[in-house]
T-cell receptor, first 113, second 111 residues
């Protein structure tokens, strides 16, 4: 059984740039959720995708967008990067639209300078 | 929205029991979770409890849920140095599509 994999592991971007983070879900899982974890804090929910549709969104601006593909992998896109976007971005997969429990990947560490 | 609170830090000696506490505000939370995060890593699911249960035991881990007080605890028996990490509790919303996490409790285990 393959777990959740995320790429890249680390990324450095400049303020104003755009970034795309990628996630492959655990085999057999059809739901992907994205969380942002700032340093020293708990993860915050960004959004969830189920069957290629957004299935819930947290308190993040529209410059945070996502996609889910037919193979259930997912992308998180962030436009117009701000310094406060520096964080660990965690992807989690699960089964179903009431998809819990969540199984997390190791995250992508994004640094915005 | 939901609020989840945890104490920041806990220090125990190897072999002792650890108890990590969590309080939450949303009584409609369906599932409550405990995750472990080691430095530089993602979140590892430890255990979870459905809201109609009072207790769940899984090897060295015991979860207690007091719904009246909205209090959740994780007891780790015979704590080892490898248990040193940050522990997060989280509640699932009624729709089941979102987890709200506490700020994490850093557990330090001294040899």
């Amino acid at each position: 059984e393959t777990g959740v994999t995320q790429s890249p592991t680390h990324l450095i971007k400049t303020r104003g740039q755009q970034v795309t983070l990628r996630c492959s879900s655990q085999s057999g899982h059809n739901t992907v959720s994205w969380y942002q974890q700032a340093l020293g804090q708990g993860p915050q929910f960004i959004f969830q995708y189920y069957r290629e549709e957004e299935n819930g969104r947290g308190n993040f601006p529209p410059r945070f967008s996502g996609l889910q593909f037919p193979n259930y992998s997912s992308e998180l896109n962030v436009n117009a990067l701000e310094l406060d976007d520096s964080a660990l971005y965690l992807c989690a997969s699960s089964l179903g639209d009431r998809g819990t429990p969540l199984h997390f990947g190791n995250g992508t560490r994004l640094t915005v300078t | 929205g939901e609020d989840v609170e945890q104490s920041l830090f806990l220090s125990v000696r190897e072999g002792d029991s650890s108890v990590i506490n969590c309080t939450y505000t949303d009584s409609s939370s369906t599932y409550l979770y405990w995750y472990k995060q080691e430095p530089g890593a993602g979140l590892q699911l430890l255990t979870y409890i459905f809201s109609n249960m009072d207790m769940k035991q899984d090897q060295r881990l015991t979860v207690l849920l007091n719904k009246k007080d909205k209090h959740l605890s994780l007891r780790i028996a015979d704590t080892q140095t490898g248990d040193s990490a940050i522990y997060f509790c989280a509640g699932a919303n009624n729709a089941g599509n979102m987890l709200t996490f506490g700020g994490g409790t850093r557990l330090m285990v001294k040899p």
